[in-house]
């Protein structure tokens, strides 16, 4: 049996979508236990009726609006800081939270600990693309200011979580840029390059904002201020179209008729870019699955996030990403 524990207190909504999440995800894997980290009045009731859940009870929550760093210290019995104690301790095999990103990655980073020779974790998604091909990107947002030897590491484990998880042989990589010749790009991004370009084959140059979305490259890597910047402008984008389609048709008959006609490949848009079939980001560096859900989590992506934190733990994701850092540091 592989055992995740999950927040039941992280996200935006109520947690018993969470709780509803756990059960459906209990209900569709019989290999996996769920080690539910919450208020005791909400778990243990919830774990008494589900034989393959254990309740950790929790006292604290760290909120959205907290201090990351400074929550993490301070509140040691939240949610988000147990679950990851019972990680280290091997209580649970991996961990899955839609809270704070910040509290996860200082939490995780701590108390998970990094891989071996990992200099920082990363946080990648996998975007989706052409022909149902999904790009993985990172850093998603967990390091703004990153050196040209830790934007290799992103690289190499972009490419492992490529192989593990989407089951590509050799993953290409490009560097998220302002032009896609290797001449562009500030004198930051030029020592990325460079770096880059001088860790192996697998670096095909410079991605473009165009390329987020159309499968030119199976990895693309940035630091994570550009990283952060650019997934929530794709997410806004995205949440522009869809209002503008609601509005223009609500002011015309014949848009709303061609509207409806489109509601079934606007719907499969809209679940591809909200990330719920993946269940969220996942925390690239440390010793265990860490995945990230959005703060307005649903039921469909805990269960989503909860399978596929179990999925990345058969898988040997970690041990294939240290093994990738171990070879490269030869």
Not at 23 to 43: M, T, Y
Not at 154 to 171: H, I, T
Not at 230 to 236: N, S, V
Not at 304 to 317: E, F, S, W
């Amino acid at each position: 049996m592989t055992t995740i524990c999950v927040d039941v207190m992280g996200g935006d909504r109520e947690p018993e979508v969470v709780l509803e999440g756990i059960a459906e995800a209990l209900k569709q894997d019989s290999d996996l236990c769920v080690l539910a980290a919450g208020p005791e009045d909400l778990v243990v009731p919830f774990c008494a009726k589900h034989e393959r859940a254990k309740a950790l009870v929790c006292t604290e929550a760290i909120a959205m609006d907290e201090h990351p760093a400074d929550a993490v210290r301070a509140k040691k019995d939240s949610t988000i800081v147990r679950g990851c104690a019972a990680v280290r301790k091997g209580e649970a095999d991996g961990f899955f939270s839609a809270g704070s990103t910040g509290a996860i990655f200082a939490a995780a980073t701590l108390g998970v600990g990094r891989i071996r020779g990992i200099k920082r974790p990363a946080i990648a998604g996998a975007l989706p693309g052409a022909d149902g091909k999904r790009t993985v990107m990172l850093d998603l947002g967990a390091n703004a200011d990153i050196r040209p030897e830790m934007i290799v590491q992103f690289a190499q484990m972009g490419r492992a979580y490529a192989r593990v998880v989407l089951g590509v042989e050799n993953p290409k990589v490009g560097l998220l840029n302002n032009g896609s010749e290797e001449t562009k790009g500030s004198e930051l991004a030029l020592s990325y390059h460079q770096a880059l370009a001088a860790a192996g084959e697998w670096f095909a140059g410079n991605a473009e904002g165009g390329d987020l979305l159309a499968s030119t490259f199976d990895v693309i890597v940035a630091d994570g201020f550009t990283g952060n910047v650019a997934l929530k402008t794709l997410e806004g984008t995205a949440k522009y179209i869809l209002r503008e389609v609601k509005r223009l048709t609500s002011e015309s008959k014949r848009a709303a008729i061609g509207a409806l006609m489109l509601k079934p490949a606007l719907k499969e848009v809209a679940k591809n870019l909200s990330g719920d079939e993946l269940g969220g980001a996942i925390l690239l560096g440390v010793k265990a699955p860490v995945l990230i859900g959005h703060g307005a989590t649903s039921v469909d992506a805990v269960k989503n996030g909860t399978i596929a934190t179990a999925d990345a733990v058969r898988a040997g994701l970690v041990d294939k990403i240290a093994q990738t850092i171990a070879e490269a540091s030869d």
